[in-house]
């Protein structure tokens, strides 16, 4: 088995990097900055480097041939995430990426449905776990049709790297989208802000609509009338206020100690069509950390296990029990209830 990683240089191919490595697994370090992946290289003992930058679909598709799988780090992906994916699908190579702005992952599913690979995004932190937790509060009503279907990211404000800020910023600047009666549409942020119960906090939070992840991909593996999403409002305000000079002004590499404590949640709630509501929720800290595992397990599931063709949500082509299960010797934790 070998992966690629497209933009190994920076902070999360870097964390990406160190997790094959951890696990034996031969990297490819892929980007445009042979200087940076050279001394990525020297630092993990990777021995495979391939220069190719995203404007010459030749010489990327080439530097992932011999590859069984990329897993692309290099955001934001609206402006820089197509083109890799092109290059992984002319290469044969299954794909997963780790991004988390709403409409690029949309369009990718949209847009690469019938590919001849595999083809997973939103492989961290936040829409891996969410859209696997979400299926797995579905099920717990059964098989019927949802009413509706809550997806909610609870983290409290925190490390963040500058990857994240750019990816963010991009997001602030459209509008969130949720799913009603068959389509998608923008979300009803002028209708205010709602509190919500937080698993293990007291008090309810304030939150509002924020363009997740889940919201475009569970209703393509779920029967449910209507998918909307929340964030805490204090971080909502951070990502909807960022300009690019806060963006630029953030470290490339959060601090090692703030990100260790910092402790991701991603919630769903789910109503049936006769009321019937269930709540699931997972947690774990260092999301960054996480992302790196996130990632690299999924591109060592389509190697060893292949999945269908196609651009899928995790939630199609994880078992979704069985990954967080998983995930839990990193010290995630998850439960599904009936409420």
Request: a negative charge; hydrophobic letters at 45%.
């Amino acid at each position: 088995m070998k992966i690629a990683v497209y933009g190994a240089s920076g902070f999360t191919g870097g964390l990406v990097v160190a997790e094959l490595r951890r696990r034996s697994v031969p990297a490819v370090l892929v980007g445009r900055d042979e200087e940076r992946l050279r001394k990525r290289a020297a630092e993990y003992g990777a021995a495979d480097v391939r220069v190719a930058g995203l404007d010459d679909p030749e010489r990327l598709a080439a530097a992932f041939r011999g590859c069984d799988a990329v897993v692309n780090c290099a955001g934001p992906f609206s402006t820089r995430g197509e083109p890799v994916v092109r290059a992984a699908v002319a290469a044969g190579c299954q794909y997963v990426d780790t991004a988390g702005e709403q409409r690029y992952i949309k369009h990718i599913l949209d847009s690469y449905a019938d590919s001849s690979v595999t083809i997973v995004p939103a492989m961290a932190d936040d829409g891996g776990p969410g859209d696997l937790i979400a299926a797995l509060t579905a099920a717990r009503l059964g098989d019927g049709p949802l009413d509706e279907l809550l997806i909610a990211d609870l983290r409290l404000p925190g490390a963040a790297s500058r990857g994240t800020a750019r990816s963010m910023a991009e997001v602030g600047v459209r509008s969130p989208l949720e799913y009603a009666d068959g389509a998608w549409r923008p979300a009803e942020v002028a209708a205010g802000r709602a509190v919500l119960a937080v698993p293990g906090e007291r008090a309810e939070v304030e939150v509002s609509a924020f363009a997740l992840p889940g919201v475009v991909m569970a209703p393509r593996h779920l029967r449910v009338r209507r998918v909307r999403s929340a964030i805490r409002a204090e971080v909502s305000d951070l990502f909807t206020g960022l300009t690019a000079d806060v963006v630029e002004s953030i470290p490339e590499v959060p601090e090692e100690e703030a990100r260790s404590t910092a402790r991701w949640l991603m919630m769903a709630e789910a109503t049936d069509i006769t009321g019937n509501r269930a709540r699931g929720w997972v947690t774990g800290t260092d999301g960054y950390r996480l992302t790196a595992v996130i990632a690299v397990e999924g591109a060592r599931r389509l190697v060893m296990d292949g999945g269908p063709a196609g651009a899928r949500t995790p939630a199609q082509v994880f078992d979704p029990a069985d990954f967080l299960d998983f995930l839990t010797s990193f010290g995630v934790t998850w439960s599904v209830e009936r409420v």
